[in-house]
């Protein structure tokens, strides 16, 4: 999974650790939580939308990330 850069770069923007980012996004342990973000397992559905509102992605944004395309430079 592509994508594992991008959210290991807004997390750490928003100053947050993983314990506070898988509290925040409803993930029970951190361990679960950093399997996730280094792509071992996937987010589920509802995980990844509450990653993409903490984030500020439009949805354009969240699709191209969750498939490992490059964002357009704004």
Same mark, same amino acid.
């Given at each position: =999974?592509?994508?594992?850069?991008?959210?290991?770069?807004?997390?750490?923007?928003?100053?947050?650790?993983?314990?506070? =980012?898988?509290?925040? !996004?409803? !993930?029970?342990?951190?361990?679960?939580?950093?399997?996730?973000?280094?792509? !071992?397992?996937?987010?589920?559905?509802?995980?990844?939308?509450?990653?993409?509102? =903490?984030?500020?992605?439009?949805?354009?944004?969240?699709?191209? !990330?969750?498939?490992?395309?490059?964002?357009?430079?704004?």
């Amino acid at each position: =999974m592509v994508y594992t850069n991008e959210i290991r770069a807004n997390r750490a923007r928003l100053g947050m650790t993983q314990r506070e =980012m898988a509290t925040a !996004i409803g !993930i029970k342990t951190v361990a679960a939580y950093s399997k996730k973000e280094r792509g !071992i397992t996937q987010f589920k559905a509802d995980e990844w939308a509450r990653l993409v509102n =903490m984030f500020g992605w439009s949805l354009e944004e969240a699709d191209l !990330i969750l498939h490992g395309k490059p964002l357009p430079n704004n």
